[in-house]
């Protein structure tokens, strides 16, 4: 139901008394905020994970977590381990075939930082990479990249292995080879992750 006159504030002008809008607050191109990168998800975690919880801790180790099962329901991942550390911090280790490192063709960066850094990158939208997915239903690692302290992720791949690290969904640590593989057989992907503090109230 309207307001009344008498309900109203008094910092309503007389214009606004009739639609009970305050007319005196800009409504412009400067007031439409764009969020950067991962900004979103930080700004409204509960979008993306539920409740900063229980629950929402629950959520970030299986959206990890799916991104290794995908490998196997794929047939490239025969073995998954997921470790919880003293300091609280998550890892889960796959034998699938590593989070692709080459540079992406159009946006001229890493394909891990790709998929780690963009809300809408990854290899499960078209058909070509999975036939069966398990973690479309959620945000993937990206938003646990996002809503954590630190992230780190280690991909083995072709021979060599890679090493990225990030700072509550920034990149602080580029691409970088860390080491060698004898077998090039031998591949798959690290991820290691200490959810935000300042975000989740347990």
């Not at 191109?29 to 409740?51: F, N, S, T």
């Not at 290794?68 to 794929?74: G, R, T, V």
């Not at 690290?165 to 077998?183: D, H, P, W, Y």
Request: aromatic share 8%; proline share 4%.
């Amino acid at each position: 139901m309207p307001k009344t006159d008498d309900e109203l504030p008094a910092k309503f002008s007389s214009s606004d008394r009739i639609t009970g809008v305050n007319t005196a607050q800009k409504y412009d191109a400067a007031q439409i905020d764009k969020l950067e990168g991962l900004e979103a998800v930080r700004k409204r975690p509960g979008m993306y994970i539920g409740d900063p919880d229980e629950r929402g801790l629950h959520h970030m180790v299986f959206e990890v977590l799916d991104n290794s099962i995908d490998e196997h329901l794929a047939g490239f991942c025969s073995k998954i381990d997921v470790t919880i550390h003293v300091d609280g911090s998550v890892s889960v280790r796959d034998n699938g075939r590593g989070i692709p490192v080459d540079i992406h063709p159009k946006w001229k960066m890493p394909a891990v930082e790709l998929v780690l850094t963009n809300l809408h990158a990854g290899g499960k939208f078209g058909q070509g990479a999975y036939k069966y997915s398990g973690g479309l239903h959620g945000v993937g690692a990206k938003c646990v990249n996002a809503l954590s302290d630190w992230f780190k992720v280690e991909v083995t791949r072709e021979g060599k292995v890679y090493h990225m690290a990030f700072e509550r969904g920034k990149t602080t640590q580029k691409l970088a080879i860390i080491g060698e593989v004898k077998n090039k057989k031998n591949t798959g992907t690290l991820v290691t992750f200490l959810p935000d503090p300042t975000i989740f109230t347990i």
